[in-house]
């Protein structure tokens, strides 16, 4: 089969309750295809987070079905080739650093597909020094800021490479020089994307087709109207440059 003309991923009729709540997600439909960059916004508690981890595996759906590049996933090993394509930035970074030292957290993924120590640690390097990430291989990750761990966190899902990058908020708590590399980094890579945030003028710069989650189902919403606001920041009487 034609790998670009299978999507990427599916979720069809998809359902998930947590034990004794209302249904989070309610027969939803979902396809992503290649290259495909997908903006993902609403209210707090509408279903988001829990989406994508039912996309990877973390949580399985009630009923209803997840496939990957067209094969239905069922045990566990079909969601472990998921999640060697497919890399998660978790909505809370606590939950996703779990190695003492920076570099070693980010050497993780690359190491766990497979690449040598040596490989592994100049993927890491090379993937941290794009984030701007300097002087923080020895660094204590459960010592970091919010902020530096998020960025911490990204490095890790993108030194893994992987085909597509779902990333649940990923510039919360960070300040705005980082957050434009972040749109800069997302905007260089060729990969499918999935972001989930509550900043439209990120999602504005990043994503290309917009939803949202209503009632438990994927509604696509990309009739918006994107329009600049008069902003402050300090020093904005120096020369400085803003996106058109
Ligand atoms: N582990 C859990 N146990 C029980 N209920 C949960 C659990 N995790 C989430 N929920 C509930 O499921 C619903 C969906 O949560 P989810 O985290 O997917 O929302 P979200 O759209 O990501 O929200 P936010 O914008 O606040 O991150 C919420 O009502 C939440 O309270
Ligand atoms: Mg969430």
């Avoid at 209803?64 to 045990?75: I, K, M």
């Avoid at 070693?104 to 993927?123: C, I």
């Avoid at 997302?186 to 939803?211: E, K, M, P, R």
Wanted: glycine share 8%; proline share 5%.
């Amino acid at each position: 089969m034609d790998e670009s003309q299978t999507p990427l991923l599916e979720l069809r009729r998809a359902c998930f309750t947590y034990p004794g709540q209302r249904d989070v997600l309610d027969n939803l439909d979902f396809c992503l295809r290649d290259k495909d960059r997908a903006g993902l916004f609403g209210p707090n508690g509408s279903g988001k987070t829990t989406l994508l981890h039912v996309i990877m595996g973390l949580l399985r759906p009630d009923s209803g079905e997840v496939l990957f590049r067209g094969s239905p996933c069922r045990y566990e090993k079909d969601f472990q080739a998921v999640r060697r394509a497919i890399g998660l930035l978790l909505q809370n970074a606590d939950d996703q650093l779990f190695n003492p030292t920076v570099l070693d957290d980010v050497a993780f993924g690359p190491l766990n597909l497979g690449l040598t120590p040596d490989e592994a640690r100049t993927r890491a390097q090379e993937t941290m020094a794009a984030l701007g990430l300097y002087g923080f291989e020895d660094r204590l990750t459960h010592r970091l800021s919010g902020g530096e761990k998020k960025l911490v966190s990204l490095a890790g899902v993108m030194a893994m490479r992987p085909q597509a990058l779902l990333l649940d908020e990923p510039t919360n708590g960070l300040d705005p020089e980082t957050r434009s590399r972040i749109i800069d980094i997302l905007n260089g890579l060729d990969t499918t994307l999935v972001v989930i945030s509550h900043d439209w003028d990120f999602l504005d710069q990043t994503a290309t087709s917009f939803y949202t989650i209503k009632a438990g189902r994927m509604v696509r919403e990309d009739d918006r109207t994107f329009h600049t606001h008069v902003h402050s920041h300090r020093l904005g009487d120096l020369p400085h440059r803003h996106r058109p």
